[in-house]
């Protein structure tokens, strides 16, 4: 089966931009997590949706958004980007509920702000 | 809140031996997973192997193992006859059995194995 499909896989934006960066789980999966990796602060939990709900946020101002859609695809939205949101951003599926049985993650968009 | 901590950041192993990778968390819950995943240049984050925190018995996945020590909070992972597929970033991880719980992410190792 298709695994988890991120895109696009890079990105280069201007300071003061946004960006949108989409996420497909894999074929079943409901519950789709984002993630930041940057090598000063390691990898952070950004959120949580499952049936277009968010159900999860981490630490991270509202300048990061996301939304899920009913197909299960979400999209991670950064507004007013800022140099130090260049970072690579994972995305990860899984099933809910009883069926959970891990997270698998997608190859990761690398944005770049210049 | 939970904190997972990996005090090697690098290490390196002969191809065909065994090297031992180690993570420690704290946390004050009684029910939760621990992991460990691979990161190779590809970026892909791949499981590696779970432990749940419930069941006693070390998770095994062919050349993988895990050292799981509930009460020393514990959690090292034992990667036998290296190969050099191996080679990656490893990352212990940590996630409370609940819905829509976060993975808690160590700081990582990175693993070379040398032909």
């Known amino acids: 089966k298709a695994g988890v499909t991120q895109t696009p896989r890079y990105l280069i934006k201007t300071r003061g931009q946004q960006v949108t960066l989409s996420c497909s789980p894999i074929?079943?999966?409901?519950?789709v997590s984002w993630y930041q990796q940057t090598p000063g602060q390691g990898l952070q939990f950004l959120f949580e949706?499952?049936?277009?709900?968010?159900?999860n946020k981490g630490n991270f101002p509202g300048r990061f958004s996301g939304r899920q859609f009913s197909n299960s695809r979400s999209e991670m939205n950064v507004s007013t980007l800022e140099l130090g949101d260049s970072a690579l951003y994972l995305c990860a599926s899984s099933l809910a509920g009883r069926d959970w049985d891990g997270y698998t993650f997608g190859s990761g968009t690398r944005l770049t702000v210049v | 809140a939970q904190t997972v901590t990996q005090s090697q950041p690098e290490m390196s192993v002969q191809e065909a031996e065994t090297v031992t990778l180690s993570c420690t968390y704290d946390t004050s819950e009684n029910n939760y997973y621990l992991f460990w995943y691979k990161q190779p240049p590809s970026r892909q984050m791949i499981l590696v192997i779970r432990q749940e925190a419930y069941k006693q018995q070390n998770a095994t996945e062919n050349r993988f193992s895990v050292n799981f020590q509930k009460a020393a909070k514990s959690f090292s992972l034992k990667i036998s006859d290296s190969q050099l597929g191996d080679t990656a970033m490893y990352f212990c991880?940590?996630?409370?059995?609940?819905?829509?719980?976060?993975?808690?992410f160590g700081t990582g190792t990175r693993l070379a194995v040398r032909p």
């Open positions: 949706y499952f049936s277009e709900t968010q159900r």
């Open positions: 991880a940590f996630m409370k059995k609940s819905s829509g719980d976060k993975l808690t």
């Open positions: 074929s079943g999966h409901r519950s």
